[in-house]
Nanobody
Framework: VELAESGGGLVQPGGSLRLSCAASGFSLDGYAIGWIRQAPGKEREGVSCMSHSDSSTYYGDSVKGRFTISRDKAKNTVYLQMNSLKPEDTAVYYC???????????????????WGQGTQVTVSS
């Protein structure tokens, strides 16, 4: 049972990246999915999530209008499309699954219990 992130790397400010998170050993169906990031010396920050029914999404204020979360059920994979990247987006990005119902702001610690190992995103010129 594993979540494996990929797609991170070095990108210039204003560029784009698409992160992927492939689940193995279990199906993402029926679970909420989320992306959380942690920059050096900073606390973890919830970036985006989608409810188990895909009917609700959440985006942190710092990424609204720039990032898009999605899932491909056939591939059992979650994506985070990141556009107009800024240096302050530099962080390790983790995907996670959980039971967020889609109401209000998620409690990242309790609503998302199973995490991947993370992928590094560096935005720099």
């Amino acid at each position: 049972v594993e979540l494996a992130e990929s797609g991170g790397g070095l990108v210039q400010p204003g560029g784009s990246l698409r992160l992927s998170c492939a689940a193995s050993g279990f199906s993402l169906d029926g679970y909420a999915i989320g992306w959380i990031r942690q920059a050096p010396g900073k606390e973890r920050e919830g970036v985006s999530c989608m409810s188990h029914s895909d009917s609700s999404t959440y985006y942190g204020d710092s990424v609204k209008g720039r990032f898009t979360i999605s899932r491909d059920k056939a591939k059992n994979t979650v994506y985070l499309q990141m556009n107009s990247l800024k240096p302050e987006d530099t962080a390790v990005y983790y995907c996670a699954t959980g039971l967020w119902e889609g109401w209000g702001t998620p409690d990242w610690a309790s609503d998302f219990a199973f995490w991947g190992q993370g992928t590094q995103v560096t935005v720099s010129s």
